[in-house]
């Protein structure tokens, strides 16, 4: 079950069934500190954190802004042309001084990289201009706290990724949300692009039968996925009744809390499902066509 901040909030309020406003801002503060709580477990590892980002390379200039919500940076690499260059991440402030001593100089061949504050760095300096850095970041948790946007209506037309709005006043702060018509196929479709007040471009294209002026919700969401984001509600709603000392009501909603984390570490724990395959440096590639060689009998020094 998908929930926006608003669905969260009203899911919430029915579990705890106190609909006071100071009930309310406490739950909005106890179920954006268990998002940040179930996304930081599992050392917070979760393919769902990720986020890659591109920029251009300037020629002599070493140092690259990170994107705003980037927590730590999973992998780095520089294309130039058809080569791909993976330079090593620098962790030791003192070893980064070592590189920067050796005086690497200008060049497109990336060596090494390293985190200094909200910038990446990389040596040797990048020599010319628009080759593509390519950065894999796990992003940082940002409390939910808008409220969906429903007014107006929208056309979204099959294989395009257009939403055409009708007495709508869309903002560039939709922009990472999410839409969702009242007809279609009913899936949440995370928005790209402001475009104006009556037009959005969305990340996917919309993929169900065109839908001609449907009511519709934008909703700021968690970054947990779809099916587990009942989750920090459930886990929200156990720490209100184990504060007005209802046990049984807290041990229920911690224990179906406790169920979906148990699903999501075995389903989210891994990006993609299939057949185990070693590491790249564990293979070894051989042609089928050529007999495999004796066994030595000497050693090379």
Known sequence: MALSYTGSRNLYKDLTGNDST???????????????????????????????????????????????????IVDLYVTVGTTVYSPVAIEDPQLWKRVLQSNLGVGDRALFYYRQGN??????????????????????????????YTTGTATMTLDDATVTGSGTTF?????????????????????????????????????????????????????????????PVYRASSIYWKKEGDQ???????????ALYDQMIQEAGEKTEGSYMMPIDSLVWRDPNIPEPDAPTSSFT
């Open 248 to 258: 049984g009501r807290a041990t229920m909603l911690h224990d179906m809390a406790d």
């Open 171 to 231: 903002t560039a702060l939709m922009e990472g949300r999410y839409l969702r018509a009242a007809t279609g196929d009913m899936e949440w479709y995370e928005i790209a692009d402001f475009t104006s007040t009556t037009a959005l471009e969305l990340v996917a294209p919309y993929a169900s039968d065109t839908v001609v002026g449907s009511t519709f919700i934008i909703g700021e969401m968690s970054v947990l996925p779809e099916s587990y984001q009942p989750m």
């Open 22 to 72: 100071s009930n309310l801002s406490l739950g909005d503060v106890l179920i954006n500190n268990a998002i940040r709580f179930y996304a930081t477990a599992n050392g917070g590892k979760w393919w769902f954190l990720e986020k890659v980002t591109t920029q251009a390379t300037v020629a002599s200039q070493q140092a690259y802004i990170l994107p705003q919500s980037t927590r730590k």
């Open 119 to 148: 910038r990446v760095l990389i040596a040797p300096t990048p020599g010319t201009n628009d080759n593509t850095i390519t950065i894999r970041t796990r992003r940082n948790v940002k409390d939910l706290s808008v409220a969906d």
